[in-house]
């Protein structure tokens, strides 16, 4: 993991230095950094003043089931849902707010395996490998009686309840999915962090039973820790709440007014976006995406050394044109059979191992969301494997 002294860009300074071009590469973790310039360029319409004696009561809405969700955030998170079109949030959906989606994604493992549940052992929970590597270090971490990892959807055979979780586009591959098991008993957790416009074709508004979304990886503010779950639900959403009570009291206000502003922000230019108009933060985040892809495929192609997964264009209602997906992360394949990530590692680039996410090692993971700096240095290296290797190795 890049450690606070190594990361080329301290919080405290408004400029990224340069990179010596000796130094390791830390593309292991999705920090989405890349966007920085973006909300720079934007200067104050973001900013947010907090006095002294704002914010200070645990309660936000006492009359809300999510007793701790700001107003201006739940109305944010359902405007920005409506104008990009990739959730449904009628008002019958409950929006509950977390530290982050990781915090929301223990709390729906409470909710589920605490719901009457005829079955005395752990819930089992699964999804399909590739999988998010949280998902069974999260389940597992509190050894819990409740729910148990059990591993790859496609191997599931167990009889009885269980829990799917449904990445889509999903993290590390980029495809998009459905539901594997698809067995009686089940219960889903959508987890659309990448449902947004900049990674993907916006094909229709998700409507699944428990959907999670973040902040992070939807505008790249990672630091302000706050997710979302659209819930249908009320006993689960009623669920969620409790365990949000009992393991942090709450959510930062500081943090749900900084969202609320900026998600704000960022609905607000897409509606009033045009020809003529500054190009609205989707589309900047998917040109720049879609530039840094353009890259890594010419490299990958030259160097022969390497494959990537291919995905289909498709029809964005929200950019109102056909597009190609321009994923979060390059799910990296050496060609041979070699471990993809020691064979990255010889050239400072540090990535991660298919192995956890449930795959072989050929595969690895390469965050796609750096800043430009080190995403131009991980292509310079890239392309240097093929003519230091000489096609011998
Ligand atoms: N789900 C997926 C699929 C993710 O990739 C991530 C972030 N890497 C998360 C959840 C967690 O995001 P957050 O920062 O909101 O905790």
């Known amino acids: 993991a890049v450690s606070a002294a190594n990361s080329v860009v301290s919080s405290a300074k408004k400029t990224p230095t340069a990179i010596p071009s000796d130094c390791v590469i830390n593309l292991a973790r999705g920090d989405p950094t890349m ?46 849902h409506r104008v990009v079109g990739n959730a449904v949030v009628d008002d019958d959906r409950y929006v509950v707010v977390g530290t982050g989606s990781t915090q929301l994604f223990q709390a729906v493992l409470y909710a589920l395996s605490s719901q009457d549940n005829p079955d005395t052992e752990p819930l089992s929970v699964v999804a399909a490998a590739p999988f998010y590597s949280s998902y069974p270090e999260e389940t597992e971490f509190l050894r819990s009686g409740l729910y148990k990892w059990a591993g790859d959807a496609y191997a599931f055979d167990k009889d009885g309840a269980y829990v799917e979780c449904v990445t889509s586009p999903n993290n590390p591959d980029g495809t998009i999915r459905e539901a594997v098991v698809n ?100 589309e900047y985040g998917h040109r720049l995406m879609s530039e840094r892809w353009e890259k890594l495929r010419e490299v990958v192609k030259r160097n022969g050394v390497f494959s990537l997964p291919k995905y289909p264009r498709d029809f964005c209602n929200f950019k109102g044109k056909d597009t190609d997906p321009s994923p979060a992360f390059a799910w990296l394949k050496t060609k041979d059979g070699l471990n993809c990530d020691n064979l990255l590692r010889e050239f400072k680039i540090v990535t991660r191992g298919g192995t956890n996410f449930g795959v072989d090692s050929d595969y690895t993971r390469i965050s796609m969301l750096s800043v430009d700096e080190e995403f131009n240095l991980f292509l310079e290296r890239l392309a240097a494997i093929k003519g230091t290797m000489n096609g011998n190795y």
């Open 183 to 282: 067995r009686e008993g089940g219960k889903l957790i959508h987890d659309l962090a990448y449902y947004w416009p900049q990674y993907t074709a916006i094909t229709g508004k998700a409507d699944n039973d428990i959907m999670l979304f973040t902040f992070s990886k939807a505008t790249g503010h990672a630091g302000s820790r706050i997710g979302w779950a659209i819930v249908k639900d009320k006993e689960v959403a009623i669920k969620m709440v409790k365990y949000m009570e009992l393991s942090s009291i709450g959510v930062s206000k500081e943090s749900q007014l900084r969202a609320a502003k900026i998600l704000e922000v960022i609905a607000e230019d897409c509606v009033n976006s045009g020809p003529e108009k500054e190009e609205n933060f989707f």
């Open 35 to 80: 966007y920085q310039p973006y909300w720079r360029r934007m200067g104050d319409k973001c900013t947010v003043v907090i006095s002294g004696h704002d914010l200070m009561s645990y309660f936000s809405d006492p009359g809300n089931l999510c007793w701790f969700l700001m107003p201006e955030l739940d109305d944010a998170i359902r405007r920005l």
